[in-house]
Nanobody
């Protein structure tokens, strides 16, 4: 069974840093893209950063230059290093992994973590 376990959220002052981690447990699959999304109260969930298996990345404009996404394919883990945090970064952050079972013809499926709260105080 595939599970995504997130860690690293918390409360930080503006200008501070946090690192989120998300480990994918289970076996018998290949992980394609991995990413981080966030959802603030009253807002839609948005993509924050995404990284594909080769390491190519993309970011939402508001975090460019401040956040860095990386992954360790050997550990099936994705990280989000968040620097120069702002109050508007406050949200629940969700890990996402698009993976495909090794069985022939299996489709790629999105899996989600449970979410971790990031709160940035001014």
């Amino acid at each position: 069974q595939v599970q995504l376990v997130e860690s690293g959220g918390g409360l930080v002052q503006a200008g501070g840093s946090l690192t989120l981690s998300c480990a994918v447990s289970g076996s018998g699959f290949i992980i394609n893209a991995m990413g981080w999304y966030r959802q603030a109260p009253g807002k839609q969930r948005e993509l924050v950063a995404r990284i594909d298996r080769s390491g190519s990345t993309n970011y939402v404009e508001s975090v460019k230059g401040r956040f860095t996404i990386s992954r360790d394919n050997a550990k099936n883990t994705v990280y989000l290093q968040m620097n120069s945090l702002k109050p508007e970064d406050t949200a629940v952050y969700y890990c996402n992994a698009n993976l495909r079972r090794l069985q022939w013809g299996s489709p790629a499926v999105d899996y989600w973590g449970q979410g971790t709260q990031v709160t940035v105080s001014s």
